[in-house]
């Protein structure tokens, strides 16, 4: 099969491989670029659609987050498709890697533009599949929702944040840089603030101003330590419930910078006092688990500042994998 | 105004910011050097006062900490002055930076002689401020603290201190050393032991001599396991309430390298079984809020060790502004 | 005392330091070669007896753990002997260096059959010490097992394992990798499936078939996440109860991949969603205090992926010494 | 003095020293921030400005070159006004920082008008000055030259470039982007390709269509191997001659990436086979000597990738420096 | 077209690109996979044969070097297939890459032999095709040799090094370690010791029985200095004229040990006093154009310990294809 | 026999190993700790005496210089005591290491006292040894010049430096620092300043003040440039003639900061524009050979801002056995 959607997406560059015997154990064994698939109408059914989004030159600061999707695809040999704490294998559902967006080296409008469009193509080929970009900076997630919204312009959208930030900075300053998804979808129209959840505030990473916008637009959020407070998974169950009795589809978004920066050495923007590991892992599961979450995201993981062991980038796998394992423990309770 | 503490202290090389519009919301455009203020009255009651002391060449291992106080003014640009988790704008405060300690290449007798003097024309000059030193190694501890006894020798001073050591060893070994501040203060009578409270011991960092030399000072201290058993604030409230019914004034400091080793790439002391971020967070919040703490500081934090995003570094400015968190929660709740 | 073991062992090229009057207060004062002693009987009785094993040819991937056992003792200079948290000096024991195995460079079989006669040479000599071997990789376990077994065929031994990983891999892909030590043990007759105990198994680093092995062969298990739930010391204490029922001796085996990543930046196999420090601590302390473990090993270290204030390679010195605090509280508690 | 160019150009946020005695032997207590000087006659006849041109957004690969500028000019304090060599004290002559560039975070044609009328503001105001810009990535050479230009739309413009590529890629693939400035100058009428000389060029680092295009333009250029052969001060010599019968004004780009890679461990681009230290410098300071050559820059240098004691960026000053020296040497001569 | 050589030797995972349009400017656009041609006619008639053989456990010390095959394919991206100085494209010779040796975790030997089976079956393959080993360590030179002679025993086979050391070691000490391979093969009867050409050997990197053994064995070798004395072309010249009077087939052994080693940061066994990369390749190109060298190899570079821009990976591949543009050259001028 | 220089000189930690057959053929085997020696006679007569020296507090900038000794006696498994250039094995000669001057931490005036004793008795009892120091920073070459001079009070003193700087900075700004060590001595009155001479000047790393200071005290000095007109060997020839026509005795000064900083990524003061290593090694081999330079010292060489195959450490440890080359040569020249 071609690549129907090209040429807005581009085919990666990994190699893929196809185990000798049939028997699929590794994550690079078992998810298959689009571009091999013969089988369209399994295509179509397929459970989940990776897109890479390698676009980080509207950070406000210098970033290789660009080189991120290369490196998830790369890790994908040191990770099984077995979880062993839930003992579902992945395997059993298909996983299609349509690619990357095609960005331009010195226009950043015409990139941001290629992600809406590949975005729409992609939540109007796959309808029944949970869609999940791999970034790339949070500029990104304005522009996955956009496309979302164009595809399906009937379904209204809510948001669930994990973020340190509320990335609600004024577009007038830097343009829509990655200080400003939120605000470029509300003021946009695309999603109400009160339809935006953010877990994870914390510390002197936030201006009083942003605050005052978010109150304004009735953004909802939990700081990391109410959170704790009330339990991450109970929050997050909180926040989906909220969320979906009053929105048809819900699109999370991870920013690796809610993660302390203990456990992110990779994360340029990440802060001390942030999330441990253990806490984002269970807040994402929670989120894999409910059936609006229709769409996801992982941002802002630099994989050239990361230590030799490549903590950071292992750990960006392993949460977009156990979003895969929620939303198969989902399929399976429905059976 | 004039540097009036000229030459004791030199003016920082770090370039302050203006905000255009008078809105200041991140802690460069807060902060203000001495130099430049033209409103002395103002500058007396400045809330708290910095004062750089870089001073590394007293460790006992070669280290880079004289490389802190400039790396802390560097990182303020990522730190908003407002503080989400307690709704607080800590620029409502003033916070003049009077520049770095001079210190002189190789007479280190000399360095601390300037850190005393400095410490006392702080404290006699700023009579209602806290005062904040940035080292720097462990040596400054002693350093600070006498010249605060020489500017008000009729009060008598307890510490706190966050540590995973005692730093009591023998001075005739290798002069006032980055491990001998506390048994300097004792031995030089302007502490007593048993007014000193150490918090963060644990594991294999101490020689039992050591400790055998704490008891007979009659030193306090809590492990780290016992402070965990009994909660990080209630140790702390604990030892603050002891302090102050027994001392004037309280001088807290923060060794970084209580820390586990995980939490303070940067910190060469640092070992594995510490405090985490958190621990330390809400120690220091609480010790803030104390009316007695009148001076703290921060040392042993080697930026060039540090790891590509600068977690280290970073963690030392945000125990910086935690601190005055506290103290603006105090000054608040006063009102 | 000649090196009686020799040419079994190499002395290692680490400088002992003899403290001038006889005060020992440091690690590196206390832990003696074996060459050194003149007092043979004593040496028979020393409680403990550490072999280097710098072999990791056997990785699968390239691999520095080779240089551990020599950043292992270089490491020694910061630490006391002195446990503060229990108030024990392991200065009271007498702990022995034998050195380390020597390896050839090309033949992969016979570095193994080193390891074998230099474990069943300690163990026939020193009856009544704990043995520890440093490693190394993985593949090293199976060979000091089987040494031991040599030495003692009447003794049937049981394995308690943390580990991120079941270590079950088929021997017949690459023969007896790292990937591969228990099974070794199995399919050799050594040690039974129903004797071996696995602490911290998580996510996705082990494929189905492997857990299907484990099954078979009725080895025992806790996940990461059950041990958390019921606790790690209780999960550890009802380890050892099952297999002091069962077997004469038992082998602590701690493969330092069952770490956090973020604990562990000089792991290479480490993985996000591991244990904290604090809990792996916890486990080897208590299984420290067992009478019936009378072995152990550590091994998957690599200095050489460490960041610049080697936490890593700090960690796995107090993971010994935790080890040897455990032995030591025994000991202290018999009497 | 208010900044006369404001709002085209940001001062910069280095802090220049004011020697207390008024002897001047640094380099950073020489060269002067223009924001600062109060004699506006003296400003308009200094020797040299320099301007800041922090933009790599617009490389075809992930680039830190932004953060040069501010390396550049913190680097200042580790060299003496005084060139040993030539024996000419550069202090004797004036130089201006006039600041940055100021960019835009997300729209790059912002950011490339921004340089133009930077450059165009500057040439128009100092009309005696050599100018200096320090990038940024090589997209900035176009701008620069387009400014010049605009400023002195009579005169005709000649360049001499040092550089390992032809930096004539096709601009309708990705833009005025890092390897385009030489074609967009072309193709934009402002310099004639036979009116270019590009010295450096050797290996496998340009495409064979680039060097039919080069060809077909007229570009003359001579490679590495050539340039030893005939001399590095006699090539370039010959090239400036050729210029100076053609044109009015010569712009001299350095390509930092021209540097064979062991030299410029923080140069993405620079390659093995390419030019010696030495080589460059001697290469340098003959272009500064010649009185037509009134602009140059310093380009595609990343700080974030140098090694540790930061050998390229202190190169990239030593190339600034030299520069100035042939400018020196000329205006000695002329006397 | 299946891989007839399979299962001696594994297909890559690097991915190569088909360019758009059919024409080939790139490296990775340009040479193909051996298991994607169809026309195999044309592909015994290849020029070049490339082979990865990503061995290095038989390394004395720890390395990384079995990671170069893959480094190596990645940097093709970064280089032309047009050569400046040149003016020649190699793209106009076909280029064959067969993928890499199948390498054994644990059993060295094994390893040994699937070298040896797979230079056998290339060798006997294409008969008329430079074969282009990619190490890898040294001790792999002596498999691909034995394997040539396997595969043409009746052809007499001479050798040209360049190497800091003679790699004459004594394989009883180490077995075929990567210090052994030049006595492995006069030990093994393959290549005569009068038939060994060393260039490049310095300082104190050979002990004196090595070079007694190379005087006994009749090895040739010019030191470094007195290479370049006579001239680097020349002395290779000689050398080769030297062999071609006295065997049928050359063998050129590249150990990028030979390098200064501040030429070559990412070689361990590199040194100071070497080869310059200038040198080398001059070297390399004039072993190129000599119709009797057959096969070559790259040896002993670890991309793990490069610097962040790979200097030294960028040189590997910069050699190959100087050796490349040497066969292309011969080529062009027997036509 | 015990070290009759206690307490002035601590035995280094480095362990020495003796070859099992007698057979020398590595530097570790070879240099032999003076605590060993029981022929007091032979020690004596050591053609040359290796002293620790590892001091850094006294340098201006942060710096790990003191951890070279250590990191100079690790290097030496890594060389052979054969120079295959000039075939002679250094073997031959016996070469005592007896260990570091004892070093305190906080008093930098008792550390410089400590060199000048040690250096002292090592001239007294040594008197026909070449006494070579392993810095530590440029500083103690002051104190191990006045060291020999307190031993020989009747020879004259004259000075071969090797640097980019003069070290003849006013001791009043910051005592005796490492940028001071010339003008200490002339100060001091133990060399006069036309009997020193300085080969490798450049650029600007030195202040017109000082050269002026140099002109004054009629220090004699050749630029790089101007000695590489001449050639190397023959400034250094010209230095040591003028030299020994003088004065009785050459002291020999290695700053490692003449070194080009391509050549010396672990010299924080190396420049752009210095000497290569062909250039310094022959300039130090040549210095080696003539009979009145009778003491050397090797400086500011960092091990811990070296990339990772350490390039520095090996090219200071080449220095130094380059320089012993030049002992032997001598020696056997004169037999």
């Known amino acids: 099969m071609k690549n129907f959607l090209y040429p807005k997406i581009n085919p990666s560059s990994f190699m893929w491989v196809r185990p000798e015997h049939g028997v699929v154990s590794k994550v690079h064994e078992w998810i298959q670029p689009l571009s091999d698939m013969s089988d369209l109408e399994r295509a179509k059914n397929a459970e989940v659609v990776i897109l890479g989004v390698p676009l980080s030159r509207s950070s406000i600061s210098a970033s290789g987050a660009s080189e991120f999707p290369e490196a998830f695809r790369r890790s994908w040999r040191g990770f099984a498709t077995y979880n062993l704490d839930e003992d579902v294998d992945l395997a059993e559902m298909t996983v299609l890697d349509v690619g990357d967006v095609p960005m331009h080296v010195t226009d950043i409008g015409k990139c941001h533009e290629n992600i809406i469009e590949a975005s729409a193509a992609i939540h109007a080929h796959f309808l029944n599949s949970k869609v999940c970009a791999i970034g790339g900076d949070h500029s990104i997630t304005a522009m996955m929702v956009k496309g979302m919204h164009q595809a399906k312009p009937a379904e209204t959208i809510g948001i669930l944040q994990f973020d340190t930030h509320f990335d609600l900075r004024d577009m007038s300053e ?65 926040c989906l419930d909220k969320l979906s009795s009053k929105v048809d589809t819900i699109y999370l978004t991870v920013d690796m910078d809610v993660l302390d920066i203990a456990y992110a050495p990779g994360v340029p923007a990440s802060t001390p006092g942030g999330m441990t590991t253990a806490e984002l892992l269970e807040g994402v599961l929670t989120a894999g688990k409910h059936p609006k979450v229709k769409a996801m995201d992982i941002v802002c993981l630099d994989p050239l500042k990361d230590t030799a062991v490549q903590p950071t980038v292992k750990l960006g796998t392993h949460i977009f994998l156990t979003f895969l394992t929620g939303v198969m423990l989902r399929q399976n309770a429905s059976i």
Chains 1, 2, 3, 4, 5, 6 share one sequence.
Not at 194 to 199: L, T
Not at 202 to 213: E, R, S
Request: net charge positive; aromatic share 10%.
């Open 174 to 238: 830097n343009g829509p840089s990655n200080g400003t998804p939120m605000r470029n979808l509300i003021e946009s129209g695309v999603v109400e603030g009160s339809n935006m959840y953010n877990i994870g505030l914390h510390g002197f990473f936030n201006t009083k101003d942003l605050k005052q916008y978010a109150d304004e637009k009735r953004v909802n959020y939990f700081t990391l330590r109410s959170a704790r407070k009330k339990g991450i998974e109970e929050t997050v169950l909180h």
